[in-house]
């Protein structure tokens, strides 16, 4: 059983830059991936992106490419998600989650799979 906490979300003005953290305690299988979703006020909950936990194989969602930075730390149990050029749009809480492949949408991962979230706001 793996536990996920997220922290680094705040408010931040559009063009500004925020990093967020997912550290991860118990052991997570060296074939899984990590991830990173979010979901804005009543929408539906999205990829952003993941990696691979041993080899470093990376997925971007399109609009996010070129902005966002996903990266583990293998030592410390800790993916990083650095978040550059942050737009209005990118307002929403931030989740990572343990995944079975680098690909995933939200309804594959296990329930208990999720952290709790840590909200990024951006302003306009």
């Known amino acids: 059983q793996v536990q996920l906490a997220e922290s680094g979300g705040g408010l931040v003005q559009a063009g500004g830059s925020l990093r967020l953290s997912c550290a991860a305690s118990?052991?997570?299988?060296?074939?899984?991936?990590m991830g990173w979703f979010r979901q804005a006020l009543g929408k539906e909950r999205e990829f952003v992106a993941a990696?691979?936990?041993?080899?470093?194989?990376?997925y971007y969602a399109d609009s996010v490419k070129g902005r966002f930075t996903i990266s583990r730390d293998h030592a410390k149990n800790i993916v990083y998600l650095q978040m550059n050029s942050l737009k209005p749009e990118d307002t929403a809480v931030y989740y990572c989650?343990?995944?079975?492949?680098?690909?995933?949408?939200?309804?594959?991962?296990?329930?208990?799979?999720w952290g709790q979230g840590t909200q990024v706001t951006v302003s306009s």
């Open positions: 989650a343990v995944q079975k492949s680098l690909i995933a949408t939200p309804d594959q991962i296990d329930s208990d799979s």
């Open positions: 118990g052991r997570i299988f060296s074939n899984y991936a």
């Open positions: 990696i691979t936990w041993s080899g470093g194989s990376i």
